[in-house]
């Protein structure tokens, strides 16, 4: 019914940028905080990063601090800087009311994800 639509992902060499977008259909979400996961193959999803609903707090996870910007405008936005092997994933966006619900990966509302590939 609530749907997320991710798009940004591609394939990228070590080093570069990607900026990560996603957009709500149908409705609003209203005061829900909105933000990032990612999976790896064989791996338990990952929370990556977290905005609140007015866009005053952030949260990231340690890895990618310094690197990744999370940011709402019209559309959630992840800017990937400095680009590791390591990020490779399928990202997901995702919202909650809560960012502590999402900081222990855990969400109401998932898109379906979208692949970001980074060579060496």
Same mark, same amino acid.
């Given at each position: 019914?609530?749907?997320?639509?991710? %798009? $940004?992902? $591609?394939? =990228?060499?070590?080093?570069?940028?990607?900026?990560?977008?996603?957009?709500?259909?149908?409705?609003?979400?209203?005061? *829900? =905080?909105?933000? /990032?996961?990612?999976? #790896? +193959?064989?791996?338990?999803?990952?929370? =990556?990063? !977290?905005?609140? /609903?007015? $866009?005053?707090?952030?949260? *990231?996870?340690?890895?990618?601090?310094?690197?990744?910007?999370?940011?709402?405008?019209? !559309? @959630?936005?992840?800017? @990937?800087?400095?680009?590791? +092997?390591?990020?490779?994933? =399928? *990202?997901?966006? #995702?919202?909650?009311?809560? @960012?502590? &619900?999402?900081?222990?990966?855990?969400?109401?509302? /998932? $898109?379906?994800?979208?692949?970001? &590939?980074?060579? %060496?």
């Amino acid at each position: 019914q609530v749907q997320l639509a991710e %798009s $940004g992902g $591609g394939l =990228v060499q070590a080093g570069d940028s990607l900026r990560l977008s996603c957009e709500v259909s149908r409705r609003t979400l209203s005061g *829900y =905080v909105m933000g /990032w996961f990612r999976q #790896a +193959p064989g791996k338990e999803h990952e929370f =990556v990063a !977290a905005i609140s /609903w007015r $866009g005053g707090s952030t949260s *990231y996870v340690d890895s990618v601090k310094g690197r990744f910007t999370i940011s709402r405008e019209n !559309a @959630m936005y992840l800017q @990937m800087n400095s680009l590791k +092997p390591e990020d490779t994933a =399928v *990202y997901y966006c #995702a919202a909650d009311l809560s @960012m502590a &619900t999402m900081r222990l990966r855990r969400a109401e509302f /998932w $898109g379906q994800g979208t692949q970001v &590939t980074v060579s %060496s």
